[in-house]
């Protein structure tokens, strides 16, 4: 399989690397360069290309504005040029997470290609399969994400960082799948998936100009749970983890997250009573955005309406 790793960096240089040699040193890695000038590439590194927001003009031109500056969102142009060169798997990694002892890379590429339960869910955590569990479901459906956990600490919101401020996690040694239908909290910090699913997996504009953040993965994670269940696929969450080492500010973002925090109420609700007919992934994201409300209670003001002009924008790359 040819994997990519996207990475997202707002600093004048990628020192963080150097405590990956060991592990991504020979991997093919994407760094989209949110700010300042295109940083050196560490030694060692002999597969890495960098693109900041002067390639994005060049490739997108007048629809530059879909990828986002002074936000975490901007990697979703690397995700899209890591689409472009054919990869059958693309992973995604924070510029503060770092290896805590889990085969991050292969760890991925083994949750990919699993084979899941969905719909019906053990009784006992003893026993997978009791009396009357159907035959024909077990263990046959594909994994399009691998959502990867965090030791040290945990991605918390700024009121639950508020709350649990000493909160500390060990790393993740087992994985749990999904129920179909359900969400669940995707974290933007150490994700894989297979890149069929790449139409729906774009974060969406946020950042100052927005006037919030911090929802990007998370919205992205409600949109492509939709999708990957409407194809019969699954979602695994847990092993791989990576050490997440800084505590960043609680009040901080506190203040980026609550002008979103009304919608964020809503909007998994409203996407999760969306029906889906279309065929390919591509035409089911675009119906699921062309059916999301045009507003939602508590969004600033045009939000919504920006927010799927974006995300139309972004489907029609990858037709």
């Known amino acids: 399989m040819r994997t990519i790793v996207v990475i ?3 600093l004048p240089h990628l020192d963080f690397l150097q405590e990956w040699t060991p592990y991504l040193a020979d991997k ?3 760094i989209m360069q949110d700010i300042g000038d295109k940083p050196e590439i560490p030694k060692g590194y002999t597969n890495v290309t960098v693109y900041d927001h002067s390639d994005v003009k060049k490739d997108l031109g007048k629809n530059e504005w879909i990828i986002p500056t002074q936000s975490s969102a901007c990697r979703s142009y690397g995700y899209y040029k890591a689409w472009q060169r054919g990869a059958d798997a693309i992973m995604t990694l924070d510029n503060d997470c770092f290896h805590d002892g889990s085969d991050f890379f292969q760890g991925h590429l083994d949750n990919l290609s699993a084979k899941v339960t969905l719909d019906w869910v053990p009784n006992t955590s003893d026993l997978d399969f009791t009396r009357g569990f159907p035959y024909e479901i077990r263990n046959c459906s594909p994994v399009a994400i691998s ?3 965090w030791s040290s600490v945990p ?3 700024g009121m639950d960082m ?3 401020p000493g909160l500390r996690l060990e790393p993740s040694t087992e994985s749990l799948v999904i129920p179909r239908n359900s969400f669940y909290a995707m974290c933007g910090m150490n994700l894989a998936w297979d890149a069929n699913f790449t ?3 774009y974060f969406g504009i946020f950042g100052p100009k927005y006037g919030f953040d911090q929802y990007d993965d998370i919205w992205a994670g409600v949109l492509s749970k939709k999708i990957v ?3 019969r696929h699954g979602v695994i969450s847990g092993y791989p983890s990576v050490e997440h080492r800084k505590q960043s500010n609680r ?3 506190l203040k980026k997250q609550l002008p979103g925090l009304e919608m964020n109420e809503h909007f998994w609700a409203a996407v999760q009573d969306i029906q889906l007919t279309a065929n390919g992934i591509t035409g089911a994201y675009r119906e699921l955005i062309e059916k999301l409300p045009d507003t939602f209670t508590g969004e600033p003001e045009g939000y919504t309406k920006k927010f799927k002009e974006a995300a139309l924008l972004w489907a029609n790359l990858f037709e």
Do not use: S
Request: hydrophobic share 40%.
């Open 8 to 10: 997202p960096n707002h």
């Open 28 to 30: 093919e890695i994407i």
């Open 147 to 149: 959502h990867g956990l």
């Open 155 to 157: 991605d918390l919101d």
């Open 162 to 164: 508020i709350r649990m």
């Open 199 to 201: 139409p729906a997996m």
């Open 229 to 231: 269940d409407y194809f």
């Open 251 to 253: 009040y901080v973002n």
